[in-house]
């Protein structure tokens, strides 16, 4: 049976990865996102896909939302959000959608939260209690599923495990190491989210979801060395606290301070399923540790990989709309403009391109971008270690490196990254294929630098004797070194 299912997070690591099995199983699926520019599908009403731009932060009543719904994912939360108020944000965006869901006719809403005791919580956890009851404020039966870490390729706390096994022969063990979870594998945390979709039997109801084993966060270290083959040694720290945890995740693998900060008081509690009720519900055989993360890496191998965390980490400047910065400002900035003559095919060229950043790397004077990416890291910025989503595609919205993408549109030729590092102001970085005064094509790049304050301008001025080096060596390995 068809079911009109609202799909909130479309573009989230949950969201993507279920939205095509919804769309398999039949259903009609309305997305909501905040940017239409920057969802990766299109709308398609044939498929049973449609998309819908909106802001739970802003008011519904004249948003462009569907009237009449069957069913709702909220899959919306602000893990990543460097806001000492993500919690009321949270509550805010809750109400709203329940609000407006109240009147669609919905009969269910599906919510995804995360395993805890009630009296033990972080604050992130105890921000997604809190929506848990905001939601069932409302009209609209609620279905909460309660999840503790999720492996699959992709996912925050997987590419955190990864960091520390990879990089790391000897690790220290702060004492949250030996906190209990019961990680899930995330094909079956997708199954039990489609399973409960429309069974009047998870009406209202809370299930903990989890894998087949309860493991402490040391002993999960250890199998995901094992599975790749590495050998790894944890020694015992006496005392680390969660805030030097958090700054030693930070600075050990690819993840935000932000992020780190609430991850690591996630870990300092037990989260473990408390009962097993959803078996009755929708029974499954469900996925080992080891084998997800075996599954992970097939995925990876293969350049498979849907979503990413990365890909929903808000911007650093999370008070800046990146839709309004897609067209780059011309006053009140510092440009350096930079032209060359293509001396390899187009279709070459912008295969070069499209490649940048991650373990490729900037091509040129690679020892410069890593420097810069492990100073913004020093000062609680990204850094170079979020990498990009997939090797050779780009898509707007993702990360590529200390970059977010705005535009990535290969017919045009054009590329247009903005700076998520530290930085005394603004700063856009935009590839674009033209025609010279001959009409042969060239490739125009431009560093754009909107400065603030006399900081800003001092910066410019200090850092412009390496863009020669940097962006010029950049560009011709881009074009092609003439007789290569």
Known sequence: MTVRVLLTGANGYIGMRLLPLLLEAGHEVHCVVRSRDRFALEHDPDRGLHVHQADLLEPLEGADLPRQLDA??????????????????????????????????????????????????????GSRRHVEAVLREGRVPVTVLRAGIIVGSGSASFEIIRDLVEKLPVMVAPRWLRSRTQPIAVRDALGYLLDVLGDARAFGETFDIGGPEVLTYQTMLLRFAEVRGLRRWIVPVPVLTPRLSSYWLYFVTSTSYTLARNLVESMTVDVVARDERIKAIAPRTLIPYDEAVRLAFQRIEQQSVVSSWTDAVVSSRSDLELDALVQVPRQGVYEDTRRAALNDPADVVLERLWRIGGAQGWYHAQWLWGLRGLLDRLVGGTGLRRGRRHPSELRPGDALDFWRVLVANRERGRLLLYAEMRLPGEAWLEFELEPSDDGAPRLRQTATFRPRGLAGRAYWWLVTPLHALVFGGLLRDLVGRPGR
């Open 72 to 125: 709702a994912y909220y899959l919306v939360h602000s893990l990543a959000t460097s806001g000492g108020d993500f919690a009321a944000l949270e509550a805010q965006a809750a109400r709203a959608f329940s609000e407006y869901l109240g009147a669609t006719g919905a009969r269910q809403v599906i919510y995804l939260g995360g395993l805890g005791d009630e009296g033990n919580l972080s604050r992130h956890l």
